[in-house]
């Protein structure tokens, strides 16, 4: 401000002294206004550039003006590219949050007090099939009718979310959600959708898994509690008793077998994976197998026409090879394929055991049996745990419904593929493909255990 004056007195001293100089002292008088009105029109003039500087909004060129408007247009100048700044940050500051939300895994719609959709993600436009661009300012119950959403919306209790189906669920492969909204803001609305599809059914198989286990212990458990009644209450001769007894060790030993697939496959899912540090011999593991399978062929056809098992003989191809892992899952998966084989083989019938050398150095483990074979729709299901065909047919054979679940996660592993392939009626194969990497001619090593891989 002072600036200002300044150039207004030395305007008005200027032409004072002309005009005084020249007409007298009156005229000087007339110059002093007059330099005022100069001074004044000057001072407008800039102020008007100055002022449509500003209207045009063009901050990259300063106007040219002078004095204390010069130093006005660069504070104004300075202040508008700070906002400029800022403004450019908050807005890059928003795009990463947006960004962010982008890439988050669970469904996000950001809604106003009245359910209309201001932005949403694209797990969002998955999980309940939003346009982003076609459906903002769309209400969200037009949207979204899911009965149980719709209420849930309509009692704006939001302190539980609400469980709907997703939009690509479908009865083979359904989708499940879990929709929670969070208010915030001035009445505004946060919606967050989860997809729980394999937490419902890892519960579904919890479930399923308890009630399983509850159902084949309670059996055996509830002919055990009879028979000790039995013995308890009954005057029974040393003959009966020692029927009686023996029918209560085989369901002991029925209970015992069950819970000891259940620690083989607790073992099996919480150990680490086997490496390559182990080398199993292939004809040491089949010698064991056959001494085994003898036995239960004869307990199983008691004293009838046994079962006809043809064994790998010693000296065939591969029948040297190792196989790198850990012994005892290999002869279990090994040993619950060949048992399985001869339960569900009626007695006379074969059970052929074959180990083949495959063009690409790997090998096929297989086991072949003429049993009554098995439709191709429950073969998918085979694997699963407590899954039986026919439940009164396997309690007759005394299996436990674990074997092959056993021999999936043995298999799975040690990176070997599980083949099963049957008819009605023609038998069943059951099938281990190792890959090379786990195969070695115990003869000729070519290299050490550690510079195979790991």
Request: net charge neutral; aromatic share 8%.
């Amino acid at each position: 401000m002072a600036l200002r004056w300044m150039e207004l007195l030395l305007l008005q001293t200027l032409l004072v002294g002309i005009a005084a100089w020249l007409w007298g002292p009156w005229a000087g008088l007339a110059g002093a206004l007059l330099a005022t009105w100069l001074w004044m029109l000057w001072d407008n003039w800039q102020a008007q550039r100055l002022h449509h500087w500003l209207v045009r909004g063009d901050m990259t060129v300063q106007p040219r003006v002078r004095g204390v408007w010069s130093l006005l247009a660069t504070y104004m100048r300075r202040s508008a590219r700070s906002r400029e700044q800022a403004v450019v940050a908050a807005e890059q500051r928003v795009q990463d949050i947006l960004a962010a939300l982008q890439a988050s895994p669970n469904g996000l719609v950001l809604m106003d007090a009245e359910g209309h959709i201001e932005w949403c993600n694209h797990m969002a436009e998955r999980h309940f099939g939003f346009d982003a661009e076609r459906d903002i300012q769309q209400t969200i119950g037009n949207l979204v009718r899911d009965p149980a959403f719709s209420g849930y919306w309509a009692s704006q209790d939001f302190s539980q979310p609400v469980l709907m189906a997703g939009r690509e669920s479908s009865p083979s492969r359904p989708v499940m959600l879990s929709v929670h909204i969070y208010p915030y803001g001035d009445g505004r609305h946060l919606l967050l959708a989860r997809d729980i599809t394999a937490l419902e059914q890892a519960e579904a198989m919890r479930r399923d898994f308890v009630a399983n286990v509850s159902h084949e212990i309670r059996t055996p458990l509830t002919v055990l509690v009879g028979f000790v009644e039995t013995l308890q209450t009954l005057n029974l001769s040393p003959q009966e008793h020692k029927h009686y007894l023996s029918l209560m060790a085989q369901q002991a030993g029925r209970m015992q077998n069950l819970v000891q697939d259940l620690l083989t496959l607790s073992r099996l899912e919480g150990s680490p994976l086997p490496g390559y540090s182990e080398w199993v011999p292939v004809a040491s593991m089949l010698s064991q197998c056959t001494v085994e399978a003898q036995a239960l062929s004869k307990l199983l056809t008691k004293g009838a026409a046994g079962h006809v098992i043809s064994f790998p003989q010693p000296g065939a191809p591969g029948m040297d090879w190792d196989i790198a892992g850990a012994q005892a899952e290999l002869i279990s998966a090994f040993s619950n394929l060949i048992s399985n084989a001869l339960r569900y083989t009626p007695a006379g019938g074969t059970v052929q055991v074959r180990w083949d050398v495959l063009p690409d150095g790997g090998a096929r483990f297989s086991v072949q049996d003429s049993g009554p074979g098995i439709d191709p729709a429950h073969i998918g299901r085979l694997t699963e745990r407590f899954y039986r065909i026919d439940r009164s047919r396997s309690r007759d054979t005394g299996g436990t419904g674990l074997g092959l679940a056993i021999v999936k996660h043995a298999l799975q592993r040690h990176g070997v593929k599980l083949e099963i392939h049957s008819q009605l009626g023609a038998g069943a194969v059951f099938s281990a493909v190792f890959p090379a990497h786990r195969l070695r001619d115990a003869q000729r090593v070519h290299a050490l255990p550690e510079a195979l891989p790991k």
